[in-house]
């Protein structure tokens, strides 16, 4: 299909048409021309007010729930709502049943998904059924696309493992992914130690539970000099130990959930069992550090950490509920209301070079890979209008700044209803 995009305003900032008002005409899927006005010859025209277009956004740690918990999510209505949610590309956890941890399973998921306007990219387990006992086959999930390997918010209690891991990817430069959390540190714990802890009366999860781990998993990664990537820092501490890590040349990589730049563990006083995420919600200081660690290039990306939760593990009390929030129907508009517009657009298009994931450029000759937004649009997110199957959310009622039209990835194009 050939189209043509009307007075589409570009946010690219190594664009030379940065923040510039343009045409842009698209034929089987390749962008052919970029100009000031393209005269229509029949080719379909896509028109908003107020248009703007970016490379297509990334996510880099979105769960669903097929196969084995499809009462959570489908992988069709999943991805349905990560490209109505502007997502050109996300990186899928292996937080299923069976989990992802061999080549027939990595297989399986491409296969389900190669249709889809969303790319998937899957995140497999490092250890067979994420039990931290024994690697799994990591080349072999390698060949089968697997672009890195962790088990999805397991701490491998056994650092050899780790070390093994790290020295064995090294042959095709694969990534380690590692989740932090010393279990006998943050054992019963369910928030993040602190004031609202001690107001209710709930036994919390300190900061060293995380920063411990983060200091071993650092010492290995300089013994054995192979590359790491941290998904999820949630304090000030952890931020500082990285900071340095990077400082001394080591391969150190890490990001942080949305959630944690905009909430603090005072969301908890209302005790919605929507705020109990994992890694906890921490202090206000904390909020601060990540978003400045996020501006100074500390930390290099930023993800919805998007975990449909069903209703029955969800709208119980605080105590018994499951960890998780989705959140990828609200990243653009909540970090939009945090950042600029470039800075906003410039975290949701980074990061796939730390996976190798090919990203074309907005350029002449490239294949489409753009996102369509309006940046200005203020409301509020009401549950009746969230897509993902299951409503977990701690954004509900939340302002979000910004109205996603769509995608376009080759020729596949996916329009929301204004």
């Known amino acids: 299909m050939n189209l043509i995009l009307k007075n589409a305003i570009i946010v690219d900032s190594k664009s030379n048409h940065h923040f510039q008002k343009k045409d842009i ?42 196969p084995g918990f499809e009462e959570r999510e489908t992988l069709e209505n999943g991805l349905k709502t990560s490209s109505k949610s502007g997502f050109t590309d996300i990186i899928l956890n292996p937080n299923t049943n069976p989990v992802i941890d061999s080549h027939s399973t990595v297989n399986h998921i491409y296969k389900k998904t190669n249709n889809s ?33 962790g088990d999805y918010k397991k701490t491998l209690n056994n650092p050899n493992i780790l070390r093994i891991a790290l020295d064995y990817v090294q042959s095709f430069d694969g990534m380690i992914m590692s989740y932090l959390s010393d279990f006998d540190l943050s054992k019963e714990g369910l928030i993040h130690e602190g004031n609202a802890s001690l107001k209710l009366g709930i036994k919390g999860i300190p900061e060293i539970a995380e920063t411990s781990i983060l200091l071993r998993d650092i010492e290995i990664i300089e013994y054995t000099n192979g590359r790491i990537h941290f998904p999820f820092i949630s304090c000030e ?40 995420i ?60 945090i950042f600029t517009l470039e800075k906003t657009i410039s975290f949701l298009t980074n990061g796939k070079e730390l996976f190798k994931i090919n990203s074309p450029k907005l350029e002449i000759g490239e294949k489409a890979n753009l996102t369509m937004f309006c940046p200005d649009t203020i409301y509020n997110l009401k549950e009746e ?29 996916v329009i929301n209803n204004e």
């Open 25 to 66: 005409l698209i034929e089987s899927g390749i962008i052919k021309k970029i100009e000031n006005d393209i005269k229509v010859k029949g080719e379909k025209v896509i028109s908003f007010k107020n248009l703007h277009i970016s490379n297509g956004w990334f996510d880099s740690s979105v769960s669903f729930g097929e």
């Open 117 to 149: 306007a969303t790319n998937v990219h899957v995140l497999a387990s490092l250890t067979k059924e994420s039990l931290g006992k024994e690697i799994a086959e990591l080349y072999d999930m390698h060949i089968a696309g697997a672009v890195a390997f």
């Open 237 to 276: 501490k952890s931020l500082d130990i990285i900071r340095n890590a990077k400082k001394r040349g080591l391969k150190v990589t890490c990001g942080v959930s949305i959630g944690h730049l905009y909430f603090t563990d005072d969301s908890l006083f209302s005790y919605d069992p929507n705020f109990k």
């Open 278 to 337: 994992y890694p906890p919600l921490r202090s206000i200081k904390d909020k601060e550090a990540l978003r400045n660690g996020l501006l100074d290039g500390t930390i290099d990306l930023v993800s919805s950490m998007h975990e449909p939760i069903n209703i029955e593990h969800k709208k119980v009390e605080f105590s018994k509920a499951l960890d998780g929030s989705i959140s990828i129907e609200s990243f653009f508009g909540i970090l939009n209301g």
């Open 385 to 413: 209008n969230i897509i993902s199957k299951s409503k977990n959310c701690a954004f509900i009622n939340s302002s979000l700044k910004g109205k996603v039209f769509g995608i376009i990835n080759g020729d596949r194009i």
